[in-house]
């Protein structure tokens, strides 16, 4: 069966955490977005908020066996992934780990990370929850790390998010919603950790807009 069949076949039953339409396709852009950023298959990945491995499935099979380390609170939609969206055998082949904390601790792996994943999840995460990624991401990441997130940005009508919280369904909650943040309120943050950030665009998935994070270079670049 095709992915993309197993994910509508899942998503009839229960709503899992991401559109069944261009389940594949978006999962697969995900992918194409790291290997632009230089993914090969020894990089070491961490995918923050992997959910049902909507992403995680082609990491998985793209990367070397134990180079994929996924986090998401929502341990029953993890477990669809595991047991559902991989095909059997997949995790004694690869050889992925994964977390179940609320915090994005990514050093719960005692890994050096090559590349830090947040698709989708800027777009539900609260200010304090995406300094907590950036640290961990300054932490856990080589030199030559990057962090590829998604985000919506703040504007006039859609109005730059100050709760606490996070928003949208998770472990905790089955009420919908997305929030916006401002592009200048990330810079200002990863600027203030030695980082730079710029926009590579939006995706066609689903429109969300792109951020590349890295450590700032010798003349204050990239």
């Not at 197993?6 to 594949?24: Q, Y």
């Not at 066996?65 to 029953?76: K, L, N, Q, R, T």
């Amino acid at each position: 069966m095709r992915l993309q069949q197993k994910a509508e076949i899942l998503g009839a039953k229960k709503f899992l955490g991401v559109p069944s339409v261009d389940f594949e396709t978006g999962g697969r852009e995900q992918l194409i977005y790291l290997l632009m950023a230089g993914l090969h298959p020894r990089s070491k990945v961490v995918d923050l908020g992997c959910g049902v491995l909507r992403g995680g499935y082609w990491l998985i099979h793209f990367l070397d066996p134990g180079c994929y380390c996924g986090i998401e609170p929502h341990a029953e939609r993890l477990q669809i992934g595991i047991k559902t969206i991989l095909e059997p055998g997949m995790m004694d082949v690869k050889r992925p780990r994964f977390d179940t904390n609320t915090r994005f601790d990514t050093s719960v792996f005692g890994e050096k990370f090559d590349f830090f994943l947040a698709y989708s999840v800027w777009t539900h995460a609260s200010k304090p929850q995406v300094q907590a990624m950036l640290d961990s991401f300054l932490r856990d990441s080589n030199e030559g790390g990057v962090f590829l997130a998604s985000y919506l940005p703040a504007s006039g009508e859609r109005p730059d998010y100050k709760g606490e919280a996070w928003t949208g369904t998770s472990h905790e909650s089955d009420v919908a919603g997305c929030i916006y943040h401002s592009f200048r309120w990330i810079t200002g943050e990863c600027e203030g950790r030695g980082l730079r950030a710029r926009e590579l665009g939006r995706d066609t998935t689903h429109g969300q807009s792109w951020i590349e994070i890295k450590r700032r270079g010798p003349d204050g670049g990239f």
